[in-house]
Structure formats: structure tokens, C-alpha cells
């Protein structure tokens, strides 16, 4: 791991600001205990990183989708994951006005948008454009 990379504690310290603000809004807002849940896990992967990678994968993925995924209240279920995954990134554009994700999360995000798109014949190596 970089020694210049952020910490679950130093998460939760640039969280705090925003957790206090939405608690003033909504006693446990969803958004902080997804936060929560998110940091919880992630805390877990930097614990199993030096031990076992498959388990610092799997707590990886789990704090992930802790963050994206939403639920629907009419229903009462899940929104779909790939629903949840574009809302998700297209929040998370949205706020980069400072192009802090340097093109990483717009190539992620051509990935999953071409995963049926490769069976109809496109290439990954189009580029962004062709999926959008």
C-alpha cells in the first residue's frame, strides 16, 4: 500500500463535517450509516490486506457497494445495482468539479456500460464515446 494513501480514520475525519450537517436534517440519515457501513468494511480490508487479499477484496466490494446501492421504498427492495451503479457515478462526476478522478472513474464507468454492448460487436477499445 502507497504510504501517501487515505486511511479509514482519515475518511471518517473528512466525513465529519458532512455526518453532523445531515444529522441536523435526519436523525440517522441513510447516507451516514451507509458512510458507517462503508468505513466499517474498508476498515476490515486494511486489516486483512497483509493476511489474506481474497478477504480484503471481498470487505473492498462490500464497502463499495454499501455506498452505491439504494433501496426502493415503495417496494421495499434493492434498486437494481445497475441503476444504483450509474446514479452513483454520475453523483460522483458531478462532484469532481476539480477532475480529481482523472479519467478512472469515467473509463470504469465505459466498462460497465459496454458489458452488453461487447456481445453486439463494439470493442472496449472504442473509447467512452461510444457508450455514452
Excluded at 65 to 80: C, I, K, S
Excluded at 96 to 120: F, L, M, P, T, Y
Amino acid at each position: 500500500m502507497p504510504t501517501d494513501a487515505i486511511t479509514v480514520r482519515d475518511l471518517r475525519r473528512l466525513w465529519k463535517p458532512h455526518k453532523e450537517r445531515l444529522n441536523g436534517s435526519a436523525a440517522e440519515h441513510p447516507t451516514n450509516i451507509r458512510f458507517h457501513r462503508a468505513c466499517s468494511w474498508m476498515q476490515r480490508a486494511e486489516q486483512a490486506v497483509k493476511d489474506d487479499l481474497d478477504l480484503a477484496l471481498l470487505s473492498q466490494w462490500i464497502a463499495f457497494n454499501a455506498l452505491y446501492g439504494q433501496w426502493d421504498h415503495e417496494v421495499r427492495e434493492p434498486l437494481a445495482d445497475s441503476v444504483c451503479w450509474r446514479h452513483f457515478l454520475e453523483r460522483m462526476l458531478d462532484l469532481d468539479k476539480g477532475s480529481v478522478n482523472d479519467g478512472r472513474i469515467v473509463q470504469r464507468a465505459a466498462v460497465e456500460k459496454c458489458g452488453a454492448e461487447v456481445g453486439k460487436g463494439l470493442s472496449l477499445n472504442q473509447g467512452v464515446g461510444a457508450f455514452q
